[in-house]
């Protein structure tokens, strides 16, 4: 998709972060934007950004993981304005972060029912309407770079990202006779407030968690964040990987060549000596390649700093971050990283 002017986006999670600046960047493209949210307060922030700008946008209340909604939601649109979308960006997600070993059904059933089940709704939803509709289009998520990589913290959330990077996959191949192309976006650190959704927005239902998650390690995550990407620049990547219809985009100077590192360490899962190689490679310090890489994906300058500088020395272990819930008394802390 070359021109956005006049067309129609759909944004999920469009009230904050990743999702805002994309509505931002979508609609000075000239698109008609629909912000969908589960927060009321972010929709009326974002509502007040395009109303003082005097731009087309409408706000709809959504939860993803709600599939009725989701139907009227789409419905919503065709009525407000006039058609199915043209643009769906799929980018409403949270996260949480403590030991795989200690993770509860409830870690699962939130993470992956919004980071996963919000954009297989997203799909069902809205692929019909838009193929009925008949005038081509794209679809783009807000993936991560996680998708790329498990990590002892992240299994729900990075499980849940690779099956969305997947996921696209499939969607991409079966869609392009269609016209409707799909992209998958990877970024790793984001200013964003995704840090408030562990404690604003997990939902009663899904409370049991196995993790530490306090005011203070929502703070510490909250200072990370600080330090990512500007939502506008990230957006940028994205309307540029639109524009060209690039499946993967990983919005870095070096992103091609991250995807590559990334995954060579599947090459040495598949055999005995790989898994020799890999096991030597973990005792060695990090390569200048790798730190560049990582200056780039966490936002800090490298020729200042070898570490994040929002990582403050002890600061991860003094508030318990990564950490499971205080009463588990069955993790061995010396067994953790
Ligand atoms: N922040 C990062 O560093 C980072 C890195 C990689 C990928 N991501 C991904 O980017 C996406 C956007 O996150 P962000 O960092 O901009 O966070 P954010 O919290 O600032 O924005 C996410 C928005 O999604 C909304 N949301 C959450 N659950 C929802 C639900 N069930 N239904 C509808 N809306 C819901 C939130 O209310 C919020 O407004 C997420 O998918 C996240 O996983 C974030």
Redesign the pocket.
Known sequence: MKDFAGKIAFI??G?????LGQAQIFSEAGMKVVI????QD?LDEAMAYFKAKGAPAHAIK????DRAAYAAAADEVEKVFGSSPDLLVL?????VFGPAEASTYDDYDWVVG??FG?VVNGLVTFVPRMIKAGKGGYIAS?????AFGAGPMTAPYSAA?AAVLNLLESYQIALKPYGIGVSALC????R???Y??ALK?RPEQFKNTGYNVTEDTQKLLASI?AN?MD?RVLADWLKKGIENEQFLVVPYPSGPRMVEVALERFVDYASPEGMKRLAEKAKQPPTEEANKHNAEREGYDISTSRTPPQAPAGGYVDVGFGKAKSDNTWIDPSKKF
């Open positions: 999920t999670g009230a904050s972060g990743a999702g969908a949210d589960v927060r972010h959504l939860d993803v993981t980018t409403a997600g949270v996260n919004v980071c919000g807000t993936v991560s770079w996680g990202k970024p790793a650190n984001i964003s407030k995704i408030e959704s927005g964040h990512g939502p």
